[in-house]
């Protein structure tokens, strides 16, 4: 059984959808960002950064595994399954490679985003302008690669599940606010399509029902 700190955010529905998509066992134990909960005492236990998702594995030989980010959740899972990531040469390279292109780029300019849209106590003009152009960027390299691979990685991967949580929520705003940069994103729009009609993804999205 493994045990999923999550709330619903792009970041946790990471893992759901890999949980779903590998059929794992998991209970899920929701850590309400609104009030706080990520800052108590037994969560920063196991997440120390005070972020959401975190896993504990309870099923292993050594004895409870807890891991916290996304990233690290997401490779952990797919190589104690073995799926979803290749276990060597070029078809794990891609996949890593995209996964870490959206650890490193995707997530944090769409939070800085939403941060400055929605939550800044003062709206500033350059700021909403500089991650809105700098998402809109980004989509279009999404947008480049999938017109080469039908997904990030070549195969459906970790990548996509890593990636897609906050597409789907944010592609046609960006594409709306910033056409001159992205153009059409027919390739985006399959791909979202593609992954969004899994069953899996559609069970890991409504994690965790609050």
Do not use: C
């Not at 893992?15 to 309400?32: F, K, Q, R």
């Not at 896993?55 to 490779?75: K, Q």
């Amino acid at each position: 059984m493994i045990d999923l700190y999550t709330w619903t955010t792009p970041n946790g529905r990471k893992v759901s959808i890999m949980l779903e998509e590998a059929g794992l066992a998991y209970e899920v134990h929701p850590v309400d960002i609104g009030k706080e909960e990520q800052f108590a005492p037994s969560f920063l236990k196991i997440s120390p950064n005070n972020r959401i998702p975190a896993i504990i594995d309870r099923d292993t030989d050594g004895g409870p595994v807890s891991i916290f980010e996304s990233g690290a959740i997401l490779i952990y899972l797919a190589e104690k399954t073995g799926k979803f990531l290749a276990p060597k040469g070029e078809q794990r390279a891609k996949t890593l490679e995209w996964l870490m292109w959206q650890m490193g780029g995707v997530g944090p300019m769409l939070g800085q985003a939403n941060h400055f849209i929605n939550t800044a106590p003062e709206k500033i003009p350059y700021a909403i302008d500089r991650y809105i152009t700098e998402a809109a960027r980004l989509i279009k390299v999404l947008d480049t690669r999938l017109g080469k691979a039908d997904y990030m990685g070549g195969d459906y991967s970790i990548a996509d599940m890593a990636t897609y949580p906050w597409l789907a929520v944010a592609f046609d705003l960006i594409l709306q606010a910033k056409p001159d940069v992205i153009g059409e994103g027919t390739n985006v729009k399959r791909w979202l399509a593609a992954v969004g009609k899994r069953p899996a993804v559609e069970r890991g999205m409504a994690v965790p029902k609050v």
